[in-house]
T-cell receptor, first 113, second 114 residues
Framework: DAGVIQSPRHEVTEMGQEVTLRCKPI?????LFWYRQTMMRGLELLIY????????DSGMPEDRFSAKMPNASFSTLKIQPSEPRDSAVYFC???????????FGPGTRLTVT | GNSVTQMEGPVTLSEEAFLTINCTYT??????LFWYVQYPGEGLQLLLK?????DKGSNKGFEATYRKETTSFHLEKGSVQVSDSAVYFC?????????????FGKGTKLSVIP
């Protein structure tokens, strides 16, 4: 299995631009998570999908952030407009219902200048 | 609410030294406990887990025992290698149907020098 795939691996953009991060979960997994990792705040859960439906988006920082999961094999996290404080590593993870382990992708390192 | 506290890093050890990374938690009920490891430039990987009190999780020479009385899950390894250099995260998840959220500690960076 290829594992969780994220793209791009690195993104550098200017403040005010739209940024879209992409995730392909492991085939057969029905839970998908987006996390943000920063030195100051550690790992934060942004949003959780189950069977393609957003269940918990309480971690989404503000309206500039949105996430979609149009089908079981694809999810996006969009930031519009981006700000320098959004600079972080964004991880996507997936798991099967009832399974303990979450499988993380390699992450997207976002830098907003 | 749930919380996980782990020792501040960074931790620097010589090869073959003994490793302990402390982790304590606060949770309602009886959570499952985890250690994840993040190697440079990669995502997190599950290292070991324990799902009930007194369980010992082990993998790759690492061990941790679920201590309900002290609400702890300390990570240990008897002889570290350079390849163990990574960031280690302690985490918990509530038990029960519908539980999905992992609560992570801040992470402890380990550097092992030859």
């Amino acid at each position: 299995d290829a594992g969780v795939i994220q793209s791009p691996r690195h993104e550098v953009t200017e403040m005010g631009q739209e940024v879209t991060l992409r995730c392909k979960p492991i085939s057969g997994h029905n839970s998908l998570f987006w996390y943000r990792q920063t030195m100051m705040r550690g790992l934060e859960l942004l949003i959780y999908f189950n069977n393609n439906v957003p269940i918990d988006d309480s971690g989404m920082p503000e309206d500039r952030f949105s996430a979609k999961m149009p089908n079981a094999s694809f999810s996006t996290l969009k930031i519009q407009p981006s700000e320098p404080r959004d600079s972080a590593v964004y991880f996507c993870a997936s798991s099967s219902e009832g399974e303990y382990e979450q499988y993380f992708g390699p992450g997207t390192r976002l830098t907003v200048t | 609410g749930n919380s996980v506290t782990q020792m501040e890093g960074p931790v620097t050890l010589s090869e073959e030294a003994f490793l302990t990374i402390n982790c304590t938690y606060t949770a309602t009920g009886y959570p499952s406990l985890f250690w994840y490891v993040q190697y440079p430039g990669e995502g997190l990987q599950l290292l070991l887990k324990a799902t009930k009190a007194d369980d010992k999780g082990s993998n790759k020479g690492f061990e941790a025992t679920y201590r309900k009385e002290t609400t702890s899950f300390h990570l240990e390894k008897g002889s570290v290698q350079v390849s163990d250099s990574a960031v280690y995260f302690c985490a918990l998840k509530n038990s029960g149907a519908g539980s999905y959220q992992l609560t992570f500690g801040k992470g402890t960076k380990l550097s092992v020098i030859p």
